[in-house]
T-cell receptor
Framework: GAGVSQSPSNKVTEKGKDVELRCDPI?????LYWYRQRLGQGLEFLIYFQGNSAPDKSGLPSDRFSAERTGESVSTLTIQRTQQEDSAVYLC??????????????FGEGSWLTVV | GDSVTQMEGPVTLSEEAFLTINCTYT??????LFWYVQYPGEGLQLLLK?????DKGSNKGFEATYRKETTSFHLEKGSVQVSDSAVYFCALSDRRGSTLGRLYFGRGTQLTVWP
């Protein structure tokens, strides 16, 4: 597609339920990122995929959070046993392979998650 | 660790006023620096970037200069427009091998421009 596509755009879920958020990166982009943005806060890094390398999971806040990516395409972020503090916008971004000078990273519009 | 601190908002200006949004960073080594903008109802977009000291990024009348001596990357615009109303995020990209490409963001600064 023309840009990074995320679904669902909005999700309301009950505390304790699992949710899956999907990201379709720009075609040809080998790098894919997940960030979280809580209300009034900056963006928190969650996880980074780069080609076939092991992902950088250092930003995942707990073992309830996991993410997968199939090859260089779609990624799914899964949150198990959701808690109210998980309510946030989850942003996906992609870019061509990162270099020392930095390639432009393109963001999707985000998935708004509300845990009630 | 690497981090970005940017000016707290919100910032409210009249059209044609001068804008400065301060951003300072802490990093090991020499990161790349970015300003992203998020217009109402839209995703984050890259506004400008600079990859080495003394570089100036510019776009849509906005400018920011990479100042290594003051570890700053302040965003400026000489004459803002109503259409510039958005949230602005300063960010840095780590250049170290193990975390290459990871972006660290500031908290964002809400700008509102009145006609």
């Amino acid at each position: 597609g023309a840009g990074v596509s995320q679904s669902p755009s909005n999700k309301v879920t009950e505390k304790g339920k699992d949710v899956e958020l999907r990201c379709d990166p720009i075609s040809g982009h080998t790098a894919l990122y997940w960030y979280r943005q809580r209300l009034g806060q900056g963006l928190e890094f969650l996880i980074y995929f780069q080609g076939n390398s092991a992902p950088d999971k250092s930003g995942l806040p707990s073992d309830r959070f996991s993410a997968e990516r199939t090859g260089e395409s779609v990624s799914t972020l899964t949150i198990q046993r959701t808690q109210q503090e998980d309510s946030a916008v989850y942003l996906c971004a992609s870019s061509f392979a990162q270099t020392l000078s930095g390639n432009t990273i393109y963001f999707g519009e985000g998935s708004w998650l509300t845990v009630v | 660790g690497d981090s970005v601190t940017q000016m707290e908002g919100p910032v409210t200006l009249s059209e044609e006023a001068f804008l400065t949004i301060n951003c300072t960073y802490t990093a090991t080594g020499y990161p790349s620096l970015f300003w992203y903008v998020q217009y109402p109802g839209e995703g984050l977009q890259l506004l400008l970037k600079a990859t080495k000291a003394d570089d100036k990024g510019s776009n849509k009348g906005f400018e920011a200069t990479y100042r290594k001596e003051t570890t700053s990357f302040h965003l400026e615009k000489g004459s803002v427009q109503v259409s510039d109303s958005a949230v602005y995020f300063c960010a840095l990209s780590d250049r170290r091998g193990s975390t290459l490409g990871r972006l660290y963001f500031g908290r964002g600064t809400q700008l509102t421009v009145w006609p």
